[in-house]
């Protein structure tokens, strides 16, 4: 008898089983990758491109039609003009149909009446030229009534100028741009100094905060919710309340340290440089230690008990217990929360940007996407910002898979 | 150091400070009188309280309870710990006075219990370093925690005028009843504000539950089935996690605005759940996996098909799971503040979180902005407080995501 050996093919069941598995991830996969994926192809496209705001609405011909003149010199006036000041716009064209009861007199050109259909064709028109068609009509019948005919008739226009975003013209203008200067330097140093700080603060107080919650004890979870606040309300709520509280004229925070004689006169905290990042910072740790207190408790008292026994039997004291037992229990915890907390301060916008705007030294690099794209109204360079922050990520998260695969948990 | 008469001086003087610092940001935020805690002097009175209560054991000895109150009396003069200003009302300096005394004479009782004068075994030493600390952690966590809340409520009750005549006076005057509320009735009224919430509101809902709609099936598949790709697509989920929002939506405005979805409720409907999907599909697969398989096996076996095995059976089970991920996405999408931002721009469409940075304008009164800030606070506050179990267990089973 040969021996048993599982089957390596796959069965009818096992086809059927993933089948119906992609069948229940389809929706996900579909509207991940259109929402994520595609952005982020697009992203690197526009990186590319030197794509403005204002390029957002491409240049088009725009034409206005109205009846102009009085008894025996009626006209219907055509005008026409680049919605672009410096774009041209090739293939100009615009066809309308002029309503019944109405003779047309002499048409000129480029226009040309064929039955009651005028064909005007332009050809290029520059950025910001305009033109202005005259037809000379007569008409028999209501004026009121033919004036609302013409002027509620759109003429169909033809005519498209070079979309900067569809083309295939690629330069690297935005990068050499972004990499220009030493202001890049300066961006990327703010945010090294933000995730690094930011990222072992949370930790730290996070640990802190754990070892005082990890007793059981009446109002522990009180406490435990109480600690929680910062994450939980909403960042918009909490950053202007920071903003309000550290105002320099009516902030209570500079109230107090000039009535308590720490300081002489008010400090502006959001604005001054060096003042400016370590506040960003600080908030940053306020508002993210809860975070890591709620994972490092979890873990905390899923410690066996029979370890601290132990160590108590062999005389260990409190601090020992502390460094020899909980902190190497700890540290696959520890690690994880560092890497993915680090990924994520990297990331954050929206505290920076709601706190200070990015002024005052606070500039990192995703402040910077927003700034290139929307205050420079340069959204080419504020792809290519958004491409250095991806390939930061593609290293990080590198990392942090050679690194999860071995820390279970996560 | 391992002697009590130096551990218990040295602790003494430290807590003094703790304790002095507290009360006096205390009194001064709620009656908005001058306090000010003198280090020098807390570090000397702390210490020879420290001293005497390492010399004389007793519960309640005199010599305890005589130098805790003397401490409390010194504030009457201006050696105290606490230095009171001058034009403070004599309830307030009473307050003081009790208030450091009967503090001061449990906290330090309990730091220094089983402390003994002369020389400390390690354990005593390091059991009195971590009991000072805790102490400390209490108020510290605590201040950092409820000063901010306590001073977006109390800013939202007064006035511009009284605000920026003593930025530190929180007292409220209550005999005004419910113009109290002012800023509140304004914004409703004036605001829209109403509009924002329920919107808000809307949003939030929807987005929970098309969330559900999708990750439901997906993290049944990705926990129970066996497909190639399996990996990967666990993987590609935890990194699309790890996809600055600030990146996808520049592309996502310009799509929006050359589709005309920039600017609606239904663009907004549309990209939130795209967002917390990954989130959920993570969490609910981590749930999934450790349910029984066994439950499901024995349904399959009586003929049911997998999607009712699913619908009958695995769902039902984890309607704990499905409250935690709710609530989880509910706060995602009610504090989300980018997209709403940026797509965002006709008054009338406004969310919640998108209101309130409307009122962050010079025109218009800060009492109004933190108003603002507590009507988008209240809500997920309440919500959290009254399923705080469902949300803590939602927040560590996902929120790796901040």
Redesign the interface.
Known sequence: MSSATPPTATGAL?KR??R???A??A??VI??S???I???L??IW?SFKPFTLSD?RPPAPIVRESLRGSGDDMRIEYRLRNSSQEIAIDGVSFSDVLPDGVTVGEVTAPCVLDGQQLLCDFGTLEGGQRERIRIPITVDGDLDAFEDLVENSEPDVTGSGPNV?TNLDFSLENFARVFDGSEFWGVLWVTLFYTVFGTIGALVMGL??A??LNKSFRGQ?I????????????????A???V??F?P????A???LV???ISSEPINFFGERPLALIMVTVFEI?R?FP?SF??IL?RMQSIDSSMYEAADMDGA???QKFWLLSIPQLLGILSV?FL??F????????DIF?LTGGNAGTRTL?VN??EQ?FAISN?GA??AV?VV??IC?IA??FV??RFISREEG? | MHKGYLTGPVLGALWLVVIATTAAITLSFSTGAAFRPQVLLCLIWGAIAGLVYVRFPMRRAPARLGISALLGLSGLTGFGPVLIGADTSVQAVLVTVVVMAVVMHPSLAAILKETPFAALTRHEFEDAVIRFCTGFGYIFFTAIVVIPFYVMVMTSLKSQQALLQNPLDFSVDLNQGAALFRSYTELFRDFNFGTYLWTSFFVSVVTVAITLAFSVPGAYAVARFRFQGQKAFSRSILLIYMVPMIVLALPIYIAFSVTGLRNSILGIVMIYPVTTIPVALYMLQGYFRGLPTEVEEAGLMDGLSRLAVIWKITLPLSLPALASVSLYVFMIAWNEFLLAFMLLDDPSKFTLTRGVTMLNSSEIPRQHLMAGAVIATVPIMALFLGLERFMTKGLTAGSVKG
């Open positions: 096992a089983e993933a119906l598995a992609w229940l991830l929706p996900t509207s991940v259109l929402v994520v595609l952005p982020l697009a992203i526009i957002l975003l802190f905060a070892l005082l979870g406490i435990r919710g109480l600690y929680l606040f910062p994450y939980v309300a909403p960042v918009i709520a909490v202007f309340t920071w309000t509280l105002d004229f009516s902030g209570s500079n109230a107090l009535q308590m004689g306020w993210y975070l709620l994972f979890a004291s409190p601090f929360l993915l907390r990924i994520w301060t990297f990331n954050k916008f929206d709601l995703t996407v927003y794209a959204i504020g792809a958004a922050i991806l990520l990080f998260s942090f898979f996560l």
